[in-house]
C-alpha cells in the first residue's frame, strides 16, 4: 500500500525566503506525482505534474523534482511572496488512482 | 470554461442524520471522483466513477455511504446515518481523457464542509 509523508506539517518564513517542501513516498512503481495547492475553504489546485521518466517541472517560481530511486519528490518555491501561503500537498498518481501526502501549511508573512 | 460544482459549501447535521452532496463535473469529464479530507489529513479517495460505471469504491464504508452517477454526467454522495467522524470536507474532482501514459489532471470542486454534532 503507497503511503505518502510530507515534512514538514507546518512552515512559516518572511516574505522573499527560498523554500523546499518535501514528500516521501513508499511505493516507486508510479505513473507521476503532482503537486497541489490548497487554500482555506476551496478546492485543490493543481500546479506541477512530473511523469515517472522526468526528473523535474517548472513553473514560474516553483520548481519540483522527483526521485524514483530514494522516494522523493521537493517542491521550490523562490522568492517566497505572501500569496504563496496555502497548503501544498503532494499526490502519486497511477492509472486509476491518486493518493495524497498529509500536505505541508505554508504562511508566508510579510 | 466552468469548473467543478458543488452544493451545499456547508452542511450541520445532528449524528444519525442524513445528508447527501451534489456535484456537478466539467463538461465532457468521463471521470469524478469523490474525496474526504478530514482536518490535518490529505484528501482520502472514496470513490471514483468512469462515466456511470465505479471504477473504485475500496474505501468507501458501504454500510453507511452511498454514490452514484446517473447518467454519467452529475454525482451525488450520501452518508445515512451519520457519525461524528464523519465531519469533514468532501471534495469532488474531474478529469478528461487520460494520454495513456496515466498522465491525468484532475479539477477540483470547492467542497462541502460538513460538521457532524
Known amino acids: 500500500k503507497q503511503e505518502v509523508t510530507q515534512i514538514p506539517a507546518a512552515l512559516s518564513v518572511p516574505e522573499g525566503e527560498n523554500l523546499v517542501l518535501n514528500c516521501s513516498f513508499t511505493?516507486?512503481?508510479?505513473?507521476?506525482l503532482q503537486w497541489f495547492r490548497q487554500d482555506p475553504g476551496k478546492g485543490l489546485t493543481s500546479l506541477l505534474l512530473?511523469?515517472?521518466?522526468?526528473r523535474e517541472q517548472t513553473s514560474g517560481r516553483l520548481n519540483a523534482s522527483l526521485d524514483k530511486s530514494s522516494g522523493r519528490s521537493t517542491l521550490y518555491i523562490a522568492a517566497s511572496q505572501p500569496g504563496d501561503s496555502a497548503t501544498y500537498l503532494c499526490a502519486l498518481t497511477g492509472f486509476q488512482k491518486l493518493v495524497f501526502g498529509t500536505g505541508t501549511r505554508l504562511l508566508v508573512s510579510p | 470554461e466552468a469548473g467543478v460544482a458543488q452544493s451545499p459549501r456547508y452542511k450541520i447535521i445532528e449524528k444519525r442524520q442524513s445528508v447527501a452532496f451534489w456535484c456537478n463535473p466539467i463538461s465532457g469529464h468521463a471521470t469524478l471522483y469523490w474525496y474526504q479530507q478530514i482536518l490535518g489529513q490529505g484528501p482520502k479517495l472514496l470513490i471514483q466513477f468512469q462515466n456511470n460505471g465505479v471504477v473504485d469504491d475500496s474505501q468507501l464504508p458501504k454500510d453507511r455511504f452511498s454514490a452514484e452517477r446517473l447518467k454519467g454526467v452529475d454525482s451525488t454522495l450520501k452518508i445515512q446515518p451519520a457519525k461524528l467522524e464523519d465531519s469533514a470536507v468532501y471534495l469532488c474532482?474531474?478529469?478528461?481523457?487520460?494520454?495513456?501514459?496515466?498522465?491525468?489532471?484532475?479539477?477540483f470542486g470547492s467542497g462541502t464542509q460538513l460538521s457532524v454534532l
Open positions: 474532482a474531474s478529469s478528461g481523457q487520460n494520454t495513456g501514459t496515466g498522465l491525468r489532471k484532475l479539477f
Open positions: 512530473i511523469q515517472s521518466s522526468q
Open positions: 511505493d516507486s512503481a508510479i505513473y507521476n
